[in-house]
T-cell receptor
């Protein structure tokens, strides 16, 4: 049931863009995105509920293709503070259980 | 500072000990969760409480026993744990419907000797 994320790890220079993908073998109701810095709690970024929906938060946005059971997180003009491990999380309609993806470790360097 | 408070932050215990982890939130959330996270791995769902009733148990061994005494508190009672149970234990809360963000505590880092 665990969604698969790609890439596993990515290194960026400040100002560069990145895309993180999340793919599930199961039908999805919603996709959550979280960022976790080392030694800290996961922090909620955004939720996408409808097929094809795109949401944005500052310079971080995401899309959700319900048919393909995939979501992508877009980080533009990356900042040092973007460093951390990004997890997608998926759930099914009627079930309040969130399954986290395999994670993507993002490192932004000066 | 997170709005979900977990205590203790660190816990070292022997395999025969009994201890409890505590989680508290005052956001009015009626769903609370326990996750286990090993190093460099994603959080794994253990239990879900919805309106103070256990709604999901992800096949967790009986040496882990959850309890939700009221809508703000969630406990995880530990007994006869194994070394492989050493991990970060995260608590989270949310509104009890699909598609709501979960708010996480900073976790309890548990080491089993």
């Amino acid at each position: 049931q665990q969604p698969v994320q790609s890439p596993q790890a990515v290194i960026l220079r400040e100002g560069e863009d990145a895309v993180i993908n999340c793919s599930s073998s199961k039908a999805l109701y919603s996709v959550h995105w979280y960022r976790q810095k080392h030694g800290e709690a996961p922090v909620f970024l955004m939720i996408l509920l409808k097929g094809g929906e795109q949401k944005g938060h500052d310079k971080i946005s995401a899309s959700f293709n319900e048919k393909k059971q995939q979501s992508s997180l877009y980080l533009t003009a990356s900042q040092l503070s973007y460093s951390g491990t990004y997890f997608c999380g998926t759930d099914k309609l009627g079930a309040n259980n969130l399954f986290f993806g395999t994670g993507t470790r993002l490192t932004v360097i000066p | 500072d997170t709005e979900v408070t977990q205590t203790p932050k660190h816990l070292v215990m022997g395999m025969t000990n009994k201890k409890s982890l505590k989680c508290e939130q005052h956001m009015g959330h009626r769903a609370m969760y326990w996750y286990k996270q090993k190093a460099k791995k994603p959080p794994e769902l253990m239990f879900v409480y919805s309106y103070e009733k256990l709604s999901i148990n992800e096949s967790v061994p009986s040496r882990f026993s959850p309890e939700c005494p009221n809508s703000s508190l969630l406990n995880l009672h530990l007994h006869a744990l194994q070394p492989e149970d050493s991990a970060l234990y995260l608590c989270a809360s949310s509104h009890p419907i699909n598609g709501q963000p979960q708010h996480f505590g900073d976790g309890t880092r548990l080491s089993i000797l």
